[in-house]
T-cell receptor
C-alpha cells in the first residue's frame, strides 16, 4: 500500500517551454501533497505544499508563478514548470500524505522526475 | 533548520556488520521523525518513524533511537546487506497540530562492502 507515482519519469525540453509533472496516489486518498526539488548530492528541499481544492503554499524563495501547482483531486497533483531554463534542471519529487482521522501523517514519496532543460 | 549539505558524509561498513547512522535535528518542538532510504535516481523510501513520546522503535532489522535532550536521532541497521547501500535521510516534522511539513537532514551515504 501507499504507492505514489509520477509521470513522466524524465523529460528533456528546450529552454522557454513549459513542463507538466503529474503526481498520483494510487491506493489512498491524499489530503496533502508536497513537491520537492533535489540537486545532485544534496538533500530534498521542499518547494510547496498543496491541499486538495485550495491554493498551494510555497516555501520562501520559490516563485509561485513559475512553479504552478494544481491539486484538483485527492489522488492527483500537478507541477508545471513554466518557461523552463537550464537552472531549473533538477530532480523533482512529490509526496503524498494519506487522509487519516487526526494524528500525524507519514509522507510517501513518488519515484521522482528528472528534468533537463537545454 | 533547512538542510543545504553539499557533501554527503559516507559510512562504509562490511557486509554483515551493524550500521549506525546519526542525525541531529534542529527544532525541539518537532514531534515526529522519519527515516528514509534513497537509492540513486529514485524517490525516498519510508523505513521507520518515531513519535516524540517514544525513545526507541524497532522494525525489521532496523531500530530508531530518539534522544530529545540532545536533539539526536539514530538509525541502526542490523546485519547490513549490500542492498542497504543508499543515502539515508532523517526528517523532522516541523508542523504543529498535525500539520505535516518535513524538513530533511543532509543525508548519509551508506556503502556496504562484501
Amino acid at each position: 500500500g501507499a504507492v505514489v507515482s509520477q509521470h513522466p519519469s524524465w523529460v528533456i525540453c528546450k529552454s522557454g517551454t513549459s513542463v507538466k509533472i503529474e503526481c498520483r496516489s494510487l491506493d489512498f486518498q491524499a489530503t496533502t501533497m508536497f513537491w520537492y526539488r533535489q540537486f545532485p548530492k544534496q538533500s530534498l528541499m521542499l518547494m510547496a505544499t498543496s491541499n486538495e481544492g485550495s491554493k498551494a503554499t510555497y516555501e520562501q524563495g520559490v516563485e509561485k508563478d513559475k512553479f504552478l501547482i494544481n491539486h484538483a483531486s485527492l489522488t492527483l497533483s500537478t507541477l508545471t514548470v513554466t518557461s523552463a531554463h537550464p537552472e531549473d534542471s533538477s530532480f523533482y519529487i512529490c509526496s503524498a500524505s494519506p487522509r487519516l482521522a487526526g494524528g500525524l501523517e507519514t509522507q510517501y514519496f513518488g519515484p521522482g522526475t528528472r528534468l533537463l532543460v537545454l | 533548520g533547512e538542510s543545504v549539505g553539499l557533501h554527503l558524509p559516507t559510512l562504509s561498513v562490511q557486509e554483515g556488520d551493524n550500521s549506525i547512522i546519526n542525525c541531529a535535528y534542529s527544532n525541539s518542538a518537532s514531534d515526529y521523525f522519519i527515516w528514509y532510504k534513497q537509492e540513486s535516481g529514485k524517490g525516498p523510501q519510508f523505513i521507520i518513524d518515531i513519535r516524540s513520546n517514544m525513545d526507541k522503535r524497532q522494525g525489521q532489522r532496523v531500530t530508531v533511537l530518539l534522544n530529545k535532550t540532545v536533539k539526536h536521532l539514530s538509525l541502526q541497521i542490523a546485519a547490513t546487506q549490500p542492498g542497504d547501500s543508499a543515502v539515508y535521510f532523517c526528517a523532522e516534522n516541523m508542523g504543529s497540530g498535525g500539520y505535516n511539513k518535513l524538513i530533511f537532514g543532509a543525508g548519509t551515504r551508506l556503502a556496504v562492502h562484501p
